[in-house]
């Protein structure tokens, strides 16, 4: 930080409540370091604002992954019956906001229009030239009467931690045959496949499968369909996956005894995670298959920070 500029932060700080803009871009090129990024912007009590929401609306799916406390969208979105993805980009982020708890705000209000606009796409929130034009800062402000809340963070994962982990820590596996395992991998991978919202989808693989049995082929077609694809493994395929970043695991991660996929979209999360069981019999596996979204998302980010640049 510039030194003429630390007296300015200091009074910042403990005047204000500082947000910063993220985007898809920061979380798919490195994951790792974006969650790390995000966990030291908080502790110092910043908030996190998903910029654009409707640039790229493939990439919606990744926006519970940062859980931002802000959701910004450009009015224009909604402005006549131009665009194709109005509904589906508004859509995802009122279901987010419900579900986290967390504010949207439109950008972009010039009229008395567009702020109708704003309330009716679910704005708590505004900005705009409708408000006041930009010019000198006041030389006394205010006190904020209400303040941007900031919503609850989920509890973030160990650095070792695995999906199988985390599932159990909310709830009880079951004894598994791998036909059952494969049954219920083989739904959630076709669903990935034609899902009209694009999904997070990430998935260990063992013997360059994925943990229906399928072969990487589908995992290809999968990922044609995703706004992230991920797969870990031990042991990678010679050929890479196109759509796909490959995760080298380390031998001694407790992520090579799982079979795992994890599933994100705006409207729909699953978890299946499965390891072995040391017993004999056909029940060879301890199985949990979870629909909460929580769990899901907390799932997910074990395997994100281990990807990095």
Not at 278 to 299: I, K, M, N, Q
Request: net charge negative; charged share 15%; hydrophobic share 45%.
């Amino acid at each position: 930080m510039p030194a003429d500029l630390a007296e300015v932060y200091a009074q910042a700080v403990t005047r204000l409540r500082l947000f910063i803009d993220v985007s898809e871009r920061h979380i798919s090129r490195d994951p790792s370091a974006a969650l790390a990024g995000l966990a030291r912007v908080r502790a110092a009590g910043w908030g996190v604002s998903w910029d654009n929401a409707g640039t790229t609306p493939d990439s919606l799916a990744l926006m519970p992954l940062i859980r931002p406390d802000v959701v910004k969208i450009d009015v224009s979105l909604v402005q006549g019956r131009g665009h194709p993805y109005a509904a589906r980009v508004v859509n995802a982020a009122i279901a987010y906001a419900e579900n986290a708890g967390a504010a949207i705000m439109a950008v972009g209000i010039e009229s008395g229009e567009h702020l109708v606009m704003a309330r009716g796409m679910g704005a708590s929130l505004g900005q705009g030239y409708y408000f006041a034009r930009p010019g000198a800062l006041p030389a006394t402000t205010k006190q904020v009467v209400d303040p941007i809340l900031l919503i609850d963070q989920l509890e973030p994962p160990g650095p070792q931690d695995t999906p199988f982990q985390v599932y159990a820590g909310r709830h009880t596996p079951t004894p598994a045959t791998s036909a059952t395992l494969e049954s219920f991998a083989h739904y959630l991978e076709q669903r990935c496949s034609i899902d009209p919202e694009p999904p997070v989808v990430l998935a260990c693989l063992r013997g360059a499968q994925l943990p229906s049995g399928a072969p990487l082929a589908l995992l290809e077609m999968i990922a044609r369909n995703t706004s992230f694809a991920a797969a870990f493994a031990e042991e990678l395929p010679p050929h890479p996956v196109p759509g796909v970043r490959m995760i080298k695991l380390a031998e001694n991660d407790p992520l090579t005894h799982e079979w795992v996929l994890a599933v994100i979209g705006p409207h729909f999360a699953a978890l299946l995670a499965a390891r072995p069981r040391d017993t004999a019999g056909e029940e060879t596996l301890s199985l949990g298959l979870s629909y909460h979204r929580p769990t899901v998302l907390r799932a997910a980010k074990t395997l994100l920070q281990r990807i990095t640049a």
